[in-house]
């Protein structure tokens, strides 16, 4: 399992966002096409290698990728978590690293399951003490919900 970040400064959000939607139709996608590495294929394989030289070529861009190999060997009992509770522990780990307390963020995150929400929120407190951040301030935002 790969869990991944890209983030940027906030105010170059819009001009990314733009780029990657002319990107798409220069290959005859929509505009709001999910880019999924899944579903990469020698029809698109043009695609995703001019969105991988975009990405790399643009200083603005940055990523952090966890690994988790032989999740099968997972013991979950041992840690008294299940496989949603482990899996937030890991975005905690991706994430902590990236967080600087000087900066702000608004974080985006997929929905595991069905206490995403009450995860999510854990998952705020768990990353803002980690940087002593008890007002709260450095998370703005998370999947969308002002903090």
Not at 38 to 66: C, G, Q, T
Not at 88 to 109: G, T
């Amino acid at each position: 399992m790969v869990l991944g970040a890209v983030w940027c400064p906030m105010e170059k959000t819009k001009a990314i966002t733009k780029r990657i939607r002319e990107i798409k139709t220069q290959y005859g996608l929509a505009s709001d096409f999910e880019v999924k590495w899944n579903k990469v294929s020698p029809a698109k394989l043009d695609f995703y290698l001019h969105l991988m030289d975009f990405f790399f070529d643009d200083d603005d861009l940055a990523f952090r990728a966890l690994v988790a190999t032989q999740k099968d060997r997972l013991r979950h009992d041992s840690f008294h978590q299940d496989h949603d509770e482990w899996y937030y522990k890991m975005y905690f780990d991706m994430l902590k690293v990236i967080l600087n307390p000087d900066s702000r963020y608004r974080i985006y995150l997929d929905i595991k399951d069905t206490r995403g929400e009450e995860r999510i929120v854990k998952l705020r407190e768990v990353l803002s003490d980690n940087m002593y951040d008890f007002r709260r301030e450095i998370i703005m935002e998370l999947n969308g919900t002002v903090m």
